[in-house]
């Protein structure tokens, strides 16, 4: 999803770069001219005009068919909204439990605990490979391997550090999963970097991240994040607001790709005294210009933090006309509500993958063949210019006519 406005501004900018590379003395000039010419045509909004009557006519009915292709799209993701909010009913006792077990409240049963999954492990033969068996020797050594008779032996769903195997008597002292939304968001890639060292004890507090929907719609929706008592604010719950619509714009329609953010609201943070963990203080020594004095000044300035999120950024003024402001501010509040969809859509669903490491994100694996895709070329561009830097000549078939 995109912003309303960056829809409209997009449509204005060509997303195509072409770069042509004028080389005179590979005798490629003419080709290059031409392709100049071809690129222009193209990007020219004559282009259209330059064709037979007949054939404007039948583009005109071409663009009634894609607009009528647009509306039902709307429809699409309307439905698909409305859909989400219907089935997030059905999520939510599964979601409360899962807040439960996790802050401790409740204790899961031997048949709730019941996962077999990771039990074992598929070889290259196909062929099921016991769990490994963890010794504890008399002497409290552990070792991994076989067994034998003198030797206690218990067995283990996966291999585990020998330090973590020795006896936990403590294991009954210990309340839920402590640093569990901690650990998901170190292990979500689009938050992480806004987990700052200094924020990571706080949110430790975090007990439970839901997602709210305004009504049926499923468009307008709250991030909720429910904080156990700590020793910097005195909220319960800290909320992140979005305001998001689905409509197709009469007046510049094709740009449209699915519900667009109108507005973002975070809430008031009550912070114990000394506690802001989104300002720090700076000391700074200033020097008089005539009696040649120094004092030293403190100033409160900006902190970068996680919770510098709960405040949003501002939408582009309407009215505006300075195109860099707008096109910044564009862009943080996309990345703000990508963070958000990111949160609504991945993390919070599927929270338990995040905190065990298993989560895969759909865009890593994007980057990563773009990442090849992008070797290639550049190994293709190397031997073009080995090729020219020998003198080679194209054999005579492969010459452009």
């Not at 989104?278 to 200033?286: A, D, E, I, L, R």
Request: glycine share 4%; proline share 4%; charged share 35%.
């Amino acid at each position: 999803m995109a912003t309303e406005a960056s829809s409209k501004k997009k449509s204005k900018v060509s997303t195509t770069q072409v770069k042509v590379i004028d080389d005179e003395e590979s005798g490629d000039v003419a080709l290059v001219e031409d392709l100049r010419a071809y690129l222009k045509d193209k990007a020219d909004p004559s282009f259209v005009k330059s064709l037979p009557a007949s054939v404007q006519r039948r583009i005109k009915a071409l663009k009634q068919l894609q607009l009528e292709y647009t509306k039902v799209q709307q429809e699409f993701f309307t439905e698909m909204a409305a859909l989400e909010a219907k089935y997030s009913v059905k999520y939510r006792p599964l979601l409360d439990r899962r807040s439960d077990i996790v802050a401790g409240s409740y204790e899961p049963t031997d048949k709730e605990c019941e996962w077999h999954l990771d039990d074992t492990t598929i070889d290259d033969d196909d062929s099921a490979v016991s769990p490994k068996i963890v010794e504890i020797k008399e002497d409290g050594e552990t070792a991994i391997g076989g067994l034998s008779d003198d030797m206690q032996k218990v067995s283990v769903e996966s291999s585990v550090d020998a330090d973590d195997t020795v006896a936990t008597k403590n294991e009954t002292d210990q309340v839920g999963i402590p640093s569990f939304w901690l650990t998901a968001f170190r292990n979500a890639e689009l938050l992480t970097d806004m987990v700052k060292e200094h924020d990571e004890p706080l949110l430790q507090h975090l007990v439970d991240l839901k997602t709210v929907y305004a009504d049926n719609q499923g468009l307008d929706f709250t991030l909720e994040f429910h904080f156990s008592d700590n020793g910097y604010f005195t909220n319960k719950v800290l909320t992140k607001s979005y305001v998001v619509e689905c409509k197709v714009d009469e007046n510049d329609p094709f740009p449209f790709e699915g519900p667009t953010i109108v507005k973002t609201a975070g809430c008031k943070i009550d912070w114990k005294k000394g506690k802001n963990l989104t300002v720090k203080t700076v000391k700074k020594k200033q020097r008089h210009k005539g009696r040649g004095q120094t004092r030293t000044i403190t100033k409160t300035v900006p902190n970068e933090s996680f919770f510098n999120f709960f405040d949003p950024p501002a939408p582009p003024k309407e009215d505006d006309d300075d195109d860099d402001e707008d096109y910044l501010a564009l862009e943080t509040l996309e990345a703000d509500f990508a963070r958000a969809e990111y949160l609504k859509d991945k993390v919070i669903p599927e929270a338990v993958l995040y905190f065990t490491g298993e989560a895969v994100d759909d865009y890593d694996d994007l980057e990563e063949e773009e990442d090849e895709t992008g070797d290639e070329d550049d190994d293709d561009d190397d031997k073009f210019a080995d090729d020219n830097a020998q003198g080679k000549k194209q054999p005579s078939e492969c010459k452009q006519q």
